[in-house]
Protein backbone atom coordinates (compact mmCIF):
# COMPACT_ATOMS: atom_id res chain seq x y z
CA UNK A 1 0.00 0.00 0.00
CA UNK A 2 1.06 3.26 -0.91
CA UNK A 3 2.27 5.96 2.17
CA UNK A 4 1.81 9.08 2.16
CA UNK A 5 5.54 9.56 4.86
CA UNK A 6 4.09 12.39 7.97
CA UNK A 7 6.43 15.28 8.10
CA UNK A 8 9.49 14.08 10.13
CA UNK A 9 10.20 15.24 13.75
CA UNK A 10 12.44 18.76 13.29
CA UNK A 11 14.93 19.34 15.87
CA UNK A 12 13.21 19.06 19.19
CA UNK A 13 15.00 18.46 22.42
CA UNK A 14 12.40 17.14 24.10
CA UNK A 15 11.93 13.91 22.28
CA UNK A 16 14.63 14.25 21.00
CA UNK A 17 17.57 13.29 23.50
CA UNK A 18 18.81 9.79 23.07
CA UNK A 19 18.23 8.21 25.31
CA UNK A 20 14.54 9.70 25.92
CA UNK A 21 14.20 8.52 29.48
CA UNK A 22 10.25 9.15 30.79
CA UNK A 23 8.54 7.74 33.87
CA UNK A 24 5.85 8.46 36.83
CA UNK A 25 2.98 6.82 37.84
CA UNK A 26 0.66 4.98 35.87
CA UNK A 27 -2.24 6.96 37.55
CA UNK A 28 -2.03 10.26 39.21
CA UNK A 29 -3.72 9.11 42.15
CA UNK A 30 -3.44 11.76 44.56
CA UNK A 31 -1.09 14.79 45.42
CA UNK A 32 0.95 13.45 47.82
CA UNK A 33 1.53 10.31 45.49
CA UNK A 34 2.59 12.02 42.38
CA UNK A 35 4.00 15.01 43.80
CA UNK A 36 6.55 12.59 46.08
CA UNK A 37 7.39 9.73 43.04
CA UNK A 38 8.12 12.55 40.90
CA UNK A 39 10.32 14.68 43.08
CA UNK A 40 11.99 10.84 43.99
CA UNK A 41 12.72 10.40 40.35
CA UNK A 42 14.20 13.52 39.88
CA UNK A 43 16.17 12.88 42.60
CA UNK A 44 17.83 9.86 40.90
CA UNK A 45 18.77 12.56 37.67
CA UNK A 46 18.03 9.97 35.63
CA UNK A 47 14.72 10.93 33.99
CA UNK A 48 14.22 13.32 31.45
CA UNK A 49 10.26 13.20 31.67
CA UNK A 50 7.84 12.64 34.06
CA UNK A 51 4.26 10.94 32.95
CA UNK A 52 1.07 10.39 34.81
CA UNK A 53 -2.15 9.18 33.52
CA UNK A 54 -5.34 11.18 34.29
CA UNK A 55 -7.99 9.66 32.43
CA UNK A 56 -7.88 5.91 32.09
CA UNK A 57 -9.19 3.77 29.94
CA UNK A 58 -9.65 0.93 31.48
CA UNK A 59 -11.37 -2.28 29.88
CA UNK A 60 -14.21 -2.45 32.33
CA UNK A 61 -15.85 0.11 34.01
CA UNK A 62 -15.91 -0.40 37.81
CA UNK A 63 -12.32 -0.09 38.06
CA UNK A 64 -10.28 3.47 39.14
CA UNK A 65 -10.69 5.71 35.95
CA UNK A 66 -8.47 8.31 36.85
CA UNK A 67 -8.56 11.24 38.74
CA UNK A 68 -9.40 13.61 36.20
CA UNK A 69 -8.74 17.41 35.68
CA UNK A 70 -8.25 17.87 39.25
CA UNK A 71 -4.74 15.94 38.73
CA UNK A 72 -3.25 18.22 36.11
CA UNK A 73 -2.35 20.87 38.78
CA UNK A 74 -0.59 18.12 40.97
CA UNK A 75 1.30 17.35 37.78
CA UNK A 76 1.96 21.03 37.12
CA UNK A 77 3.48 21.64 40.41
CA UNK A 78 5.69 18.12 39.95
CA UNK A 79 7.45 20.00 36.63
CA UNK A 80 7.61 23.58 38.82
CA UNK A 81 9.36 21.58 41.90
CA UNK A 82 11.36 19.19 39.21
CA UNK A 83 12.34 21.68 36.39
CA UNK A 84 11.18 18.73 34.62
CA UNK A 85 8.24 18.25 31.72
CA UNK A 86 5.40 16.51 31.72
CA UNK A 87 3.25 14.46 29.29
CA UNK A 88 -0.22 13.03 29.86
CA UNK A 89 -2.75 10.62 27.62
CA UNK A 90 -5.15 12.84 25.30
CA UNK A 91 -8.13 11.05 23.92
CA UNK A 92 -10.88 13.73 23.17
CA UNK A 93 -10.68 17.23 22.43
CA UNK A 94 -11.41 18.33 25.81
CA UNK A 95 -8.08 16.80 27.41
CA UNK A 96 -6.26 18.49 24.70
CA UNK A 97 -7.69 21.53 26.10
CA UNK A 98 -7.62 20.77 29.90
CA UNK A 99 -3.73 19.48 29.03
CA UNK A 100 -2.70 23.10 27.50
CA UNK A 101 -4.34 24.59 30.13
CA UNK A 102 -1.94 23.61 32.52
CA UNK A 103 1.25 23.34 30.88
CA UNK A 104 1.54 20.25 29.73
CA UNK A 105 4.48 19.61 27.71
CA UNK A 106 4.26 16.49 25.52
CA UNK A 107 0.62 14.39 24.83
CA UNK A 108 0.43 11.05 24.47
CA UNK A 109 -2.47 9.14 22.58
CA UNK A 110 -2.59 5.60 24.12
CA UNK A 111 -2.88 2.62 22.85
CA UNK A 112 -7.46 2.45 22.81
CA UNK A 113 -6.94 5.54 20.89
CA UNK A 114 -4.52 4.86 18.40
CA UNK A 115 -6.99 1.99 17.17
CA UNK A 116 -10.23 4.33 16.71
CA UNK A 117 -9.75 6.69 13.80
CA UNK A 118 -12.49 9.05 15.01
CA UNK A 119 -10.84 9.58 18.45
CA UNK A 120 -7.63 10.11 16.67
CA UNK A 121 -9.40 12.65 14.25
CA UNK A 122 -10.99 14.43 17.50
CA UNK A 123 -7.67 14.84 19.37
CA UNK A 124 -5.87 16.11 15.71
CA UNK A 125 -8.49 18.61 15.10
CA UNK A 126 -8.13 19.65 18.79
CA UNK A 127 -4.25 19.99 17.98
CA UNK A 128 -4.79 22.17 14.76
CA UNK A 129 -2.22 25.44 15.45
CA UNK A 130 -0.69 24.26 18.57
CA UNK A 131 2.24 23.90 18.64
CA UNK A 132 3.36 20.74 21.29
CA UNK A 133 4.85 16.97 20.60
CA UNK A 134 2.79 14.09 20.55
CA UNK A 135 3.76 10.54 21.29
CA UNK A 136 0.97 7.98 19.80
CA UNK A 137 1.51 4.18 21.31
CA UNK A 138 1.11 1.76 18.29
CA UNK A 139 -2.78 0.14 18.44
CA UNK A 140 -3.64 -2.56 20.78
CA UNK A 141 -3.80 -5.02 17.75
CA UNK A 142 -1.00 -5.31 15.32
CA UNK A 143 -1.80 -3.46 12.82
CA UNK A 144 0.97 -1.03 11.09
CA UNK A 145 -1.37 0.66 9.07
CA UNK A 146 -3.60 2.06 11.77
CA UNK A 147 -0.21 3.15 13.44
CA UNK A 148 0.54 4.86 10.61
CA UNK A 149 -2.52 6.25 9.78
CA UNK A 150 -3.10 7.64 13.86
CA UNK A 151 0.59 9.59 12.74
CA UNK A 152 -0.91 10.82 9.41
CA UNK A 153 -3.71 12.12 11.09
CA UNK A 154 -1.15 13.79 13.65
CA UNK A 155 1.06 15.42 11.34
CA UNK A 156 -1.84 16.51 8.98
CA UNK A 157 -2.87 18.88 11.61
CA UNK A 158 -0.14 20.57 11.80
CA UNK A 159 2.14 18.85 14.40
CA UNK A 160 6.00 18.70 13.68
CA UNK A 161 7.49 16.91 16.49
CA UNK A 162 6.13 13.11 16.78
CA UNK A 163 7.50 10.23 18.33
CA UNK A 164 6.33 6.41 18.56
CA UNK A 165 6.20 4.31 21.31
CA UNK A 166 6.21 0.64 21.04
CA UNK A 167 4.06 -1.02 24.02
CA UNK A 168 3.37 -4.11 22.13
CA UNK A 169 0.05 -5.53 20.89
CA UNK A 170 -3.27 -7.68 22.64
CA UNK A 171 -3.41 -11.47 22.80
CA UNK A 172 -6.12 -13.88 24.02
CA UNK A 173 -5.09 -16.08 27.31
CA UNK A 174 -1.96 -16.84 29.31
CA UNK A 175 1.12 -15.30 27.25
CA UNK A 176 4.51 -14.52 28.42
CA UNK A 177 4.15 -11.13 28.45
CA UNK A 178 0.63 -9.31 29.12
CA UNK A 179 0.81 -7.85 25.32
CA UNK A 180 2.71 -9.35 22.78
CA UNK A 181 6.31 -7.01 21.50
CA UNK A 182 6.25 -8.49 18.23
CA UNK A 183 9.43 -6.73 17.79
CA UNK A 184 9.17 -6.54 13.97
CA UNK A 185 6.42 -3.85 13.93
CA UNK A 186 8.35 -1.09 15.87
CA UNK A 187 11.30 -2.01 13.69
CA UNK A 188 9.16 -1.91 10.59
CA UNK A 189 7.63 1.52 11.76
CA UNK A 190 11.12 2.76 12.20
CA UNK A 191 12.13 1.88 8.66
CA UNK A 192 9.23 3.43 7.09
CA UNK A 193 9.94 6.90 9.68
CA UNK A 194 13.41 6.95 10.37
CA UNK A 195 13.75 10.70 11.75
CA UNK A 196 10.70 9.92 14.13
CA UNK A 197 11.72 8.81 17.81
CA UNK A 198 11.04 5.16 19.04
CA UNK A 199 10.51 4.49 22.75
CA UNK A 200 9.97 1.29 24.16
CA UNK A 201 7.25 1.03 26.85
CA UNK A 202 8.04 -2.12 28.71
CA UNK A 203 5.65 -2.05 31.60
CA UNK A 204 2.89 -2.21 29.24
CA UNK A 205 4.56 -4.81 27.24
CA UNK A 206 5.70 -6.83 30.03
CA UNK A 207 2.79 -6.36 32.71
CA UNK A 208 5.26 -7.54 35.27
CA UNK A 209 8.47 -5.94 36.90
CA UNK A 210 10.45 -8.98 36.72
CA UNK A 211 10.37 -8.50 33.03
CA UNK A 212 11.06 -4.74 32.51
CA UNK A 213 15.30 -5.01 32.51
CA UNK A 214 15.33 -7.66 30.19
CA UNK A 215 12.75 -5.76 27.82
CA UNK A 216 14.84 -2.49 28.31
CA UNK A 217 17.20 -4.12 27.16
CA UNK A 218 16.01 -5.75 23.96
CA UNK A 219 14.88 -2.35 23.07
CA UNK A 220 18.27 -0.76 23.64
CA UNK A 221 19.76 -3.55 21.09
CA UNK A 222 17.41 -2.72 18.65
CA UNK A 223 18.33 1.06 18.46
CA UNK A 224 15.36 2.38 19.98
CA UNK A 225 16.12 5.73 21.38
CA UNK A 226 14.13 5.59 24.74
CA UNK A 227 12.05 4.13 27.53
CA UNK A 228 8.35 4.69 29.54
CA UNK A 229 8.71 3.12 32.54
CA UNK A 230 5.60 3.61 34.75
CA UNK A 231 6.73 4.14 38.55
CA UNK A 232 5.28 4.59 42.12
CA UNK A 233 6.41 5.23 45.60
CA UNK A 234 4.21 2.38 46.14
CA UNK A 235 3.78 -0.28 43.72
CA UNK A 236 1.88 -3.14 44.67
CA UNK A 237 -0.76 -0.70 46.37
CA UNK A 238 -1.13 1.38 42.89
CA UNK A 239 -4.41 2.34 41.54
CA UNK A 240 -4.26 0.87 38.15
CA UNK A 241 -1.35 -1.35 36.80
CA UNK A 242 0.13 -2.48 40.34
CA UNK A 243 2.12 -5.43 38.84
CA UNK A 244 4.41 -3.54 36.61
CA UNK A 245 5.48 -0.87 38.50
CA UNK A 246 8.81 -0.32 40.44
CA UNK A 247 10.00 2.42 43.25
CA UNK A 248 11.80 5.79 41.49
CA UNK A 249 14.82 3.89 43.31
CA UNK A 250 14.34 0.57 42.17
CA UNK A 251 13.83 2.41 38.79
CA UNK A 252 17.08 3.98 38.66
CA UNK A 253 18.75 0.51 39.28
CA UNK A 254 16.95 -0.48 36.52
CA UNK A 255 18.62 2.09 34.26
CA UNK A 256 21.97 1.50 35.72
CA UNK A 257 21.97 -2.09 35.19
CA UNK A 258 21.32 -1.46 31.36
CA UNK A 259 24.17 -1.73 28.92
CA UNK A 260 23.39 1.79 26.23
CA UNK A 261 25.14 1.75 22.56
CA UNK A 262 27.56 4.07 22.16
CA UNK A 263 25.58 6.90 20.30
CA UNK A 264 23.61 8.41 22.57
CA UNK A 265 23.19 12.39 22.79
C1 LIG B 1 -0.61 3.92 30.15
O1 LIG B 1 0.45 4.33 29.63
O2 LIG B 1 -0.84 3.98 31.36
C2 LIG B 1 -1.60 3.24 29.28
C3 LIG B 1 -2.89 3.25 29.54
O3 LIG B 1 -1.01 2.60 28.27
P1 LIG B 1 -1.53 1.86 26.96
O4 LIG B 1 -2.25 2.91 26.15
O5 LIG B 1 -0.24 1.43 26.34
O6 LIG B 1 -2.40 0.73 27.39
MN1 LIG C 1 -0.46 1.83 32.94
Known sequence: MEQTAPVAAAEQPLIRKKPLIISGPCSAE????????CTRLAATGKVDMLRAGIWKPRTKPGLFEGIGTKGLPWLKKAKD????PITVEVATAKHVEDCL???????????????????VQEVADALRGVDI??????PINPDLELWMGGVERIAKAGIKNIGLIHRGFSNYGNTEYRNAPMWHLPIEMKRRLPDMPLICDPSHIGGRRDVLQSLAQKSIDLDFDGLMIESHIDPDNAWSDAKQQVTPERLAELLDSLVWRQETT
Not at 133 to 138: C, H, M
Open 30 to 37: TEQQTIET
Open 81 to 84: LTGL
Open 101 to 119: AFDVDVLWIGARTTVNPFS
Open 133 to 138: PVLIKN
